[in-house]
């Protein structure tokens, strides 16, 4: 008997808002495939509720990565206006793509959150809350 590997949609199937109360709010961002690391699969897989961040220097100028604590062109800063976290999952392995991502008047669910180093507690929850100042994190 041969078994069929089958395609995993996980990472389009998380939920990070909590609930919807109407007035949440999202922009469009171009996700830069360049800096998203690559599955087991050779794939470049960003789940929905990662928190995106701009980058502001180097040939991605403008465009958005994952979070990364250990970044240096601008992913590893929680800053006002440059945060977003992402409406849905995105496959990004043949180039760039255009997203959905949430910035305000939102209710997260802490758990549905790929916070890329982030703790949800203490400090760096103080840092993301301030990064998305009309957001609320719930458990």
Not at 55 to 61: A, E, P, R, Y
Not at 116 to 130: P, R, Y
Request: aromatic share 8%; net charge negative; proline share 1%.
């Amino acid at each position: 008997m041969s078994w069929v590997k089958y395609n995993d949609y996980s990472w389009q199937r998380h939920q990070p808002l909590k609930f919807r109360a109407g007035d949440e709010k999202a922009k469009t961002v171009v996700l830069y495939s360049s800096v998203v690391s690559l599955d087991d699969d050779s794939r470049r897989l960003v789940n929905s509720g990662t928190v995106l961040c701009e980058i502001t220097s180097g040939t991605g100028d403008g465009k958005y990565g994952p979070y990364s604590k250990t970044a240096s062109d601008g992913r590893e800063s929680l800053t006002a206006g440059l945060v977003v976290v992402a409406v849905e999952g995105a496959d990004v392995t043949l180039g760039d793509k255009a997203i959905g991502g949430w910035f305000a008047d939102c209710v997260f669910d802490k758990s549905e959150l790929t916070t890329g180093g982030v703790s949800l507690h203490g400090d760096s929850l103080t840092s993301l809350k301030a990064a998305l100042e009309q957001c609320t994190f719930d458990d």
